[in-house]
């Protein structure tokens, strides 16, 4: 089987750094800082959202967006593992995986190149086959045209999707692959609410998930 991953707030916490890229946006614009939780809120759909909900927020004037992606993609990309760490057992967890065989892969709406840099400085680059970013011609989640390419990549054939926001299910849904929540991550709606063939809330729970599955 291949598993397909989501990466920030799934694989990884990574709000943090985002938080801070944005509040040096949010300082050089003249704006007041905003808490972690409220940056985290805006996370998961892809930097334009996130850039579009921070300056909706902060009362910016819209036509500021390009200047304040600009220096966001910047910003973060500067900073982008200082504080950035892996979910307790994530690790464990994909080494069951690969010596069951599965093939990993990783779907996500962070650009490819942060992606890249982000899964390069925490040492995970090499565990994943096939690593598909939301700046890419097959668009970003609920789109489900990333996970499609990311499941040929895989090699085809039985594909399973974890993640942890509704953009998530939404794509995986339309791809026509189960959608497994892991429930530590940035999702905006309940569990309930997604509505995903099965929630794990820690790492060490996913394996067994995964195996009932074959």
Same mark, same amino acid.
């Given at each position: ?6 990466l920030d ?6 709000? *943090? ?9 949010l ?20 930097? *334009? ?5 921070t ?8 036509d ?21 760490v892996t979910?307790?057992g ?8 690969s010596?069951?065989g ?63 926001? *509704? ?12 959608i ?6 940035y ?15 820690h790492?060490?729970?996913? *394996? ?7």
């Amino acid at each position: 089987m291949s598993v397909i991953f989501d990466l920030d707030g799934t694989l990884v916490d990574s709000a *943090p750094d985002m938080h801070a890229a944005m509040n040096r946006v949010l300082a050089a614009q003249g704006h007041a800082q905003m808490p972690l939780e409220q940056v985290r809120g805006f996370i998961g759909n892809g930097v *334009p959202t996130l850039v579009r909900r921070t300056i909706a927020s902060a009362g910016a004037a819209e036509d500021c967006y390009d200047r304040w992606h600009d220096d966001y993609m910047a910003a973060y990309a500067e900073g982008i593992c200082e504080t950035t760490v892996t979910y307790d057992g994530m690790i464990a967890a994909l080494d069951d995986l690969s010596a069951a065989g599965h093939r990993l892969g990783v779907c996500t709406n962070k650009p490819q190149a942060l992606s890249d840099a982000l899964l390069a400085a925490l040492g995970l680059a090499g565990r994943f086959d096939a690593v598909l970013g939301g700046d890419t011609t097959f668009g970003r989640k609920p789109d489900p045209q990333g996970l499609i390419e990311v499941a040929r990549r895989l090699g085809g054939g039985p594909m399973i999707m974890v993640g942890d926001s *509704p953009a998530d299910a939404g794509a995986a849904r339309s791809a026509g692959m189960p959608i497994l929540l892991y429930t530590g991550g940035y999702r905006d709606l309940s569990v309930e609410a997604i509505a995903p063939d099965a929630a794990f809330d820690h790492w060490s729970e996913l *394996p067994a998930l995964i195996a009932a599955r074959l």
